[in-house]
């Protein structure tokens, strides 16, 4: 063959070059790979677009523990507990021996306090703590307590208390009055042993008449007494008044209050004062 017509072939086919591939033009990996251009698990994945766990989720959406949980909505010891409104408390002595009638005869023309109990009306008295020892103490706690004033010498002692009267002038005089450490110091109450309750029932009655003398609307109904084996039991009900503004009415609150004495020992242990009620008085 000429040499000539050898170069010209040559020249011809590196010219045209080389046919293409499906390697380079038409890779599906590249081109069409439904990995990257169809892929399901991005465009069309269930667990992104229609996941019922995010967005038809009954635990999220439908909870009956959250939405219509009768636990919360609808439990009768909060919402319709008389007891305490809002507690599983029972009733106790003073809700049911007391009823309504006999709230509103206390407050509206009764005693303070019910015969039996200890009261010292009309006394101009306050009481202060701690306890004293003795008259004597007394009269320098006084003096201390009121050092404008002066000492008028009417002093006096009795079973439960010592008093000394205290002139603040003007006319005005106070007395000045410590529970007798002989009779309760605080936490024993003398003269044990205590076959019943009677001891604990004076001392109950004459701790609340120190702290409730001079409030308005506040008076004993009662209580109720107990011996147990090594302690006896007293449980004072008693009345707190909140008087109502123009046209609103008076407010009428029953309490209970328990207190326990070890009968050897004298030992006095008050409880917490228990919402009984609320009573509804007199117009204003």
Known sequence: ???????????????????PTLGNDDDVSNDDDVSNDDDSMDDDDSMDDD????DDDSMDDDDSMDDDDVADDDDSMD???????????????????????????????????PAGYWSDPGANALWWDPCSASLADTQVAAAAQYPQGTLTGNDASTTWFHEVEVDLGGGSTINYRNTRCDYYDGTTLAGAPFAGWTELQELVSYAWWTDNHNFGGAHILGGVGNVGGASNFFELCHITTVYGDWGLQDEITVWTTPYTILQFQGTVTPGTPQLQGTVLGNWN
């Open 1 to 19: 063959m000429d040499r000539s017509l050898v170069a010209l072939l040559v020249l011809a086919f590196f010219s045209v070059g080389c046919p």
């Open 79 to 113: 919402d319709d507990d008389v007891a305490d409104d809002d507690d599983g408390v029972e009733p106790t002595f003073c809700a049911e021996a007391f009823a309504e009638s006999a709230v509103l005869a206390a407050v509206y023309g009764g005693p303070k306090v």
């Open 51 to 54: 996941d019922s766990m995010d």
